[in-house]
């Protein structure tokens, strides 16, 4: 609807508007007047051609439309339809594009016109002047309010589109500063590794050429640097708000996995487990990756399916990508919905985290229930 208003407003679409309106002009002379005379045409012209003035000018061509209405009027033009029918036209569109004082300004104009025009005695002229003046300025505010509400929404919209933008992008960048954290343990954990064992290999080969000593003296200077170097970045990176551990021992993620899922349970009347042994073979930021989608898909199945649903959670190693797989059945029929409001910005975090990965992630509903499921590359291959 307020597509068509706008386009019957749009100042571009005035010369259509004219020739409608001088057809209609045509038409009404010809069909309502017997011998239409020049002063007929030249009032009916007249009076559609002074509404071409409503878009830059609302008041005035309502104000100019009234008085060719009154010159109608005086000059004694029978029934002159067309110059009601325009300044009815004129004032509607006041009162579309404006309101307020000028709509009431050409309505008393109008009502006024037809207050000095009585025919038909003082009763039927006040009830001509109220109608006539008091429909178009109704009409004018509903159709100035039906806009006034689109461009509203049009601009409620927008302004959603681009907070859920925001939201986007900082979600992203939230799982991307998660993932440089865990990265950063992560690589901590092997150089640490990797020192000791450096550091163990010097006093074992006293005996060894001094170039080899000096090369294991340099591997263990420049290796304890480099790990006072993670350790200082790790302690900037990581929020402080953060509950969640930014490293798992591939061999200690069926129990993290486990535990979660041991949580969930408390709270929900179900939840199966299937978990491949092979899980704790997969490499560290793959097996980090399973667990935030356990700890993230089991909280949306408390937060969205409700305490009274059933989850299943699997977790497949084979000799290709690792699978993973939850679902739930749902709120069960007639149950109340939950009514925790969810922003998505978890799956946008996840897929950011499986994605760069190089996975798939896909989330959707399942019948009355959810389903999660993701595709991870393991690079360790389900070996040890």
């Known amino acids: 609807m307020t597509r068509g208003i706008d386009w019957l407003l749009d100042p571009r679409r005035l010369p259509v508007r004219l020739l409608v309106l001088l057809l209609a002009a045509a038409g009404c002379l010809l069909l309502l007047t017997d011998a239409p005379t020049t002063t007929d045409w030249a009032i009916a012209v007249t009076a559609v051609l002074v509404t071409a003035g409503s878009a830059r000018f609302p008041l005035v061509t309502s104000l100019a439309a009234t008085g060719v209405l009154m010159l109608g009027f005086t000059v004694g033009v029978t029934g002159p339809v067309v110059p009601k029918v325009a300044a009815a036209l004129a004032l509607t569109e006041l009162a579309t594009r404006r309101g307020g004082l000028p709509s009431v300004l050409g309505g008393l104009a109008l009502a006024t016109a037809y207050l000095f025009h009585t025919a038909g005695g003082p009763g039927a002229t006040v009830y001509r002047a109220l109608v006539m003046a008091l429909l178009p300025v109704l009409l004018g505010a509903v159709l100035r309010t039906t806009r006034e509400g689109a461009a509203r929404a049009r601009r409620d919209a927008a302004e959603l589109g681009r907070r859920r933008e925001t939201e986007v992008i900082a979600a992203r960048a939230t799982e991307r500063a998660a993932i440089a954290r865990e990265l950063h343990d992560l690589i901590a954990h092997h150089i640490s590794s990797t020192v000791l064992r450096v ?57 993290a996995i486990t535990a979660v899922v041991e949580r969930t349970r408390l709270v929900v009347s179900r939840i199966d487990l299937e978990l491949d042994p092979a899980v704790g073979t997969v490499d560290a930021l793959t097996g980090l990756t399973l667990l935030r989608l356990t700890q993230e898909g089991t909280a949306n199945v408390v937060k969205h399916a409700g305490p009274d649903t059933t989850a299943r959670l699997s977790i497949a190693v084979g000799p290709g990508p690792v699978e993973f797989r939850l679902s739930d059945s749902g709120p069960p029929a007639g149950a109340a919905q939950p009514v925790t409001p969810g922003t998505g910005v978890g799956l946008i975090g996840l897929r950011e985290r499986v994605g760069l990965l190089g996975g798939t992630l896909g989330a959707a509903p399942a019948g009355p229930g959810w389903l999660l499921t993701a595709r991870l590359p393991n690079k360790a291959g389900g070996t040890s």
Request: without cysteine; aromatic residues 2%.
């Open 199 to 255: 550091s163990v290999a010097r006093h074992a080969l006293v005996s060894a050429p001094p170039a080899v000593l000096e090369v294991l003296d340099d591997i263990h200077r420049s290796g304890t640097a480099t790990l006072h170097d993670l350790r200082t970045l790790v302690t900037v990176l990581r929020d402080p708000d953060a509950g969640a551990e930014s490293f798992v021992d591939p061999a200690g993620l069926p129990l």
